[in-house]
């Protein structure tokens, strides 16, 4: 198993922009496929983005597309979800994902597909 701890959640105003890091450790990183989910209070968690192992493919969620961007640094084994235009419906706590199997988008949104998992980081947007 791979071990991811995230980083990077804070307060930020509607508007503005956060970037979170997640580290992995335990595993050859490029082995795996990675991912960011969020679960807001009283909500299912729900998919955010993905990127294959080369950082040649990246999914995203309707609701992110445009405002936010995932990338990797395979040489630091860390990946990062660039957050942008940030509004109050962002507010979750964001979880890192790691997988072996990559596929097709409607795949990868199931949490399902997801082998391991961070502690999860708070973004809050206030208004």
């Known amino acids: 198993q791979v071990q991811l701890v995230e980083s990077g959640g804070g307060l930020v105003q509607a508007g503005g922009s956060l970037r979170l890091s997640c580290a992995a450790s335990?595993?050859?990183?490029?082995?795996?496929?990675m991912g960011w989910f969020r679960q807001a209070p009283g909500k299912e968690r729900e998919f955010v983005a993905a990127?294959?192992?080369?950082?040649?493919?990246?999914y995203y969620a309707d609701s992110v597309k445009g405002r936010f961007t995932i990338s990797r640094d395979n040489a630091k084994s860390t990946v990062y979800l660039e957050m942008n235009s940030l509004n109050p419906e962002d507010t979750a706590v964001y979880y890192c994902a790691a997988t072996w199997r990559w596929g097709i988008p409607a795949e990868m949104v199931k949490t399902t597909r997801w082998g391991s998992w961070g502690q999860g980081t708070q973004v809050t947007v206030s208004s």
């Open positions: 335990g595993r050859t990183f490029t082995s795996y496929h």
């Open positions: 990127i294959n192992w080369s950082g040649g493919s990246t």
